[in-house]
Structures are given as C-alpha cells and as structure tokens.
C-alpha cells in the first residue's frame, strides 16, 4: 500500500493499541469477533470510551 491509510478503522486502531501495556497484545471488539471459533484466547479488558469514536467499546487482551 503506498501513501497514508485513513479512515475509522484506522483510528480505532490506534486507540485500542494505546491501551496496551508492555509486553501486552490488545485486539478490538472486531478482531474478537473474527477470532470465534479459533484457539487463541482473549479477556475482557473492560469498556473504553475512544477518542472519536461513539459510546463505549469492549477491548480484549490475547492470552498466551
């Protein structure tokens, strides 16, 4: 891909990244929900209000 990426997926992107601690992998209500029926495990993270986007969204760690 050449040039800049925009739009909102990008920014949410960004947001739920910023909530991830060192060493931590913090994937978004979408990825989770693309995940169902995988081995990889995921826990709640809790709701999170993100910058410019509406209301409150449910972040996951990714277990080991």
């Known amino acids: 891909v050449q040039g800049d990426v925009h739009g909102v997926a990008v920014h949410a992107a960004a947001?739920?990244?910023?909530?991830?601690?060192?060493g931590?992998?913090?994937a978004s209500w979408t990825?989770?929900?693309?995940?169902?029926?995988?081995?990889?495990?995921?826990e709640s993270r809790?709701?999170?209000?993100?910058?410019?986007?509406?209301g409150?969204?449910?972040?996951f760690r990714v277990l080991d």
């Open 15 to 22: 947001r739920v990244l910023s909530l991830a601690g060192d």
């Open 24 to 26: 931590e992998v913090i």
């Open 31 to 42: 990825t989770r929900d693309l995940l169902a029926g995988s081995d990889i495990r995921l």
């Open 46 to 54: 809790g709701h999170h209000a993100l910058k410019g986007l509406e």
């Open 56 to 59: 409150e969204r449910e972040v």
